[in-house]
C-alpha cells in the first residue's frame, strides 16, 4: 500500500523575466536553433524550434529562405553570428516582446533577419520554446 495520499503542493513557477541576462540567453539559444536550421536548409527542425502558435509554417519559411539563398550561398552560424549585438529584444508592455535577429551572410551584409513576438502575458514561465516567428526578410 502507499501509506495514503500525499497533498502537493503546486510550486511557484519562476517569472522568467526577473533575471533580464538569463531570459535574454535563452531568447537567443532559441534563435541560435532556429538559424541553424535555416542554415541546414531543414524547414520541419525550423518550424519545431519555434512557438506551435507561429504564423508561419514551413512553407512560408522555405519560401523566405529560398529569396535568402538567391542572394548568397550560405548562411553564417559560427561565432560571428553568435555575438550578442545580433538579437534585439525590446519590451512592448509587461510580459510581451519583440524580437529581431540578424542573420549573417557571408559577404557580412547582414540585411536580412527574423522578427517575432515573445507573449508571456498568460504564462510569465513556459516550459516551452518562446519565439513565434513572424517574419524572415530583409
Not at 500500500?1 to 540567453?25: H, L, M, N, W
Not at 535555416?38 to 529562405?65: K, N, R, T
Amino acid at each position: 500500500s502507499d501509506g495514503g495520499a500525499e497533498i502537493q503542493v503546486p510550486e511557484r513557477k519562476k517569472d522568467i523575466t526577473r533575471d533580464p541576462k538569463a531570459f535574454a540567453a535563452r531568447v537567443r539559444h532559441e534563435l541560435h536553433a532556429l538559424v541553424r536550421a535555416l542554415a541546414a536548409h531543414d524547414y520541419e527542425e525550423a518550424v519545431a524550434s519555434v512557438h506551435p502558435e507561429s504564423p508561419l509554417d514551413g512553407a512560408q519559411i522555405s519560401s523566405a529562405m529560398e529569396r535568402y539563398y538567391e542572394e548568397y550561398p550560405s548562411l553564417v552560424i559560427d561565432q560571428r553570428a553568435r555575438t550578442t549585438d545580433r538579437t534585439m529584444l525590446e519590451k512592448v508592455e509587461p510580459y510581451l516582446y519583440r524580437v529581431r535577429h540578424v542573420l549573417v551572410d557571408p559577404e557580412q551584409d547582414n540585411l536580412w533577419f527574423v522578427e517575432g513576438e515573445l507573449d508571456l502575458r498568460d504564462d510569465p514561465a513556459p516550459e516551452g520554446v518562446l519565439l513565434r516567428l513572424e517574419r524572415i526578410g530583409s
